[in-house]
């Protein structure tokens, strides 16, 4: 008997996932393929730690196709288990099976990495789905067969460049139509429109709201390609995923918020001392430009002679966050606070946020796809290759540089000065 194994998050299942058990067992003319939820995904991206919710969906995604069997060994034993201890479970219960454990070209080329590879070597052969941006699939392949002798089968199947983490963050996001509908399985859509499985992922509808009642459509639009844009660079730089949405989320909150300053300026340090009177008298109307523009060309917002409106949101975008939705979280809102400008010490997070407001799906300048390919490997880079280019955009447009902005290019960008 030939059995396919298939664990994973599931976290939640997608139109990836179901092409998999669709395809993979006539493939390789599998009996049966066993899809095993695990126990508990790792809290690092906007999880949901209900396993009876990501069992659901999957029931529901995957109903109709055959040979399949969804299994509760991870439930079961109450833990994350190790996928050689899965293979070892599995093949106990089948002694005649042949077992073929599923794996993605991301787990194949960190397989060094997992724990007991000859045994999961010597349980199964390996069945690889290609991923988007692993390109070191067949060389990872051919050392694991020298090393160990593995059985590896790379598949036909080409794979959607569709994540579980790009698919929580659109619901996540509330994007109910469009995108989100290319990437759920229908019957798995339509429960999470009608609200089957309850409120999924973190609860972020509030903040999602705020923004979207202080933003115009254009702005909006920005926000969500930015959020998505961080969430893809943050795929490879593994922050955490919470911290990330919001940031990337609350990063221009304020940028058209209509608001009256009755704080107090300070020069260098904070701009604006924004004083809770301040911030009761935001309000929630769109931006009178006019008034903005004002406001942007007298001296108190001018400090520096150099603050502009595109500074001074990232100012007022932070304590927004704060005052008004109530995040305290201290890294969350200096990344927004320094979105903008960029400043000489920040965080991985800062840098992300920096990074995917600038490179976000509709940005169309010169060097942008370059930057967004460095990205995708190296973060660092791109964010250093990123502030540069801007550094070097507003150089050329003859505009006065913020001074955070440049403390923030001698201390990233200097090797590219010297050079
Ligand atoms: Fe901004
Ligand atoms: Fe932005």
Known sequence: MRIGVFGGAFNPVHIRHVQICLKIPEEYGLDKLIVIPSYNPPHKRLDSDNFFVRKSMLEDALAGIPKIEISMLEYNSKKNNYTYEILSDIAAEYPDGQ??????GDGLEAFDTWKKPEVILSLASLIVIRR????????????????????????????ADISSTYVRTLVALGETDGDLSGCLPHSALKGVLSGRYGEMYGGFGKYVDFVRSVSGEELFAHIKRTV????KCNE??????????????LHDASKEMIFERTGSLDEKTDILKISADFIKELSNGRLDVEYYKRLSNTEYYAPCN??????????????TAQKVLGIDDAEILDAVRYHTTAKADMTMLAKLVYLADKIESARAYDGVDAIREKAK???????????????????AKGIKIYYLTEEAHSRYCAESDKA
């Open 377 to 395: 490997t190296d973060m660092d880079g791109a964010f250093k290759a990123c502030l540069e280019r801007n550094y070097a955009y507003l150089k």
């Open 132 to 159: 988007p941006d692993y390109n070191a699939t067949d060389k990872a392949a051919s050392e694991l067969t020298k090393k160990f002798g593995a059985r590896i089968y790379i598949s036909e199947l080409t794979e």
């Open 228 to 231: 998505l844009a961080a969430v």
């Open 99 to 104: 077992l073929f454990y599923i794996v993605g």
């Open 236 to 249: 490879k730089a593994g922050l955490d995923g919470t911290k990330v949405f919001l940031t990337a989320l």
């Open 306 to 319: 150099t603050l502009r409106t595109s500074v001074l949101h990232q100012f007022t975008g932070a304590e």
